[in-house]
């Protein structure tokens, strides 16, 4: 299995900023894309940002120009660079991967509990 656990998250006014981490553990063979989801109450779980094992990402178009996904592969972490954060992108952070636990198995997602981003106006 494999275990995902989020950091970072707070409180902060518009146009501040944080930084979010994600450590993944357990046992498993590898570990293919990762990324960051949110969700806000009353609306679905949104993608945020993704990164592929060879470092290729994607954004939301919301986010553009102001988050920056980073993950260091010998770890098996991954980040997220939150700049001029705004009323809107409060909601809950949750980190996933997509990771096979042996050398045939087949790939899954896991999802971690989620941190709490909450922006002030």
């Known amino acids: 299995q494999v275990q995902l656990v989020e950091s970072g998250g707070g409180l902060v006014h518009t146009g501040g900023f944080l930084r979010l981490s994600c450590a993944a553990s357990?046992?498993?063979?590898?570990?293919?894309?990762m990324g960051w989801y949110r969700q806000a109450p009353g609306k679905q779980r949104e993608l945020v940002a993704a990164i592929s094992s060879g470092g290729s990402t994607n954004y939301a178009d919301s986010v553009k120009g102001r988050f920056t996904i980073s993950r260091d592969n010998a770890k098996n972490t991954v980040s997220l660079q939150m700049n001029s954060l705004q009323p809107e992108d409060t909601a809950v952070y949750h980190c996933n991967a997509d990771a096979v636990l042996t050398r045939i198995s087949l790939s899954s997602t896991y999802w971690g509990q989620g941190t709490q981003v909450t922006v002030s106006s």
């Open positions: 357990g046992t498993f063979f590898r570990i293919y894309d």
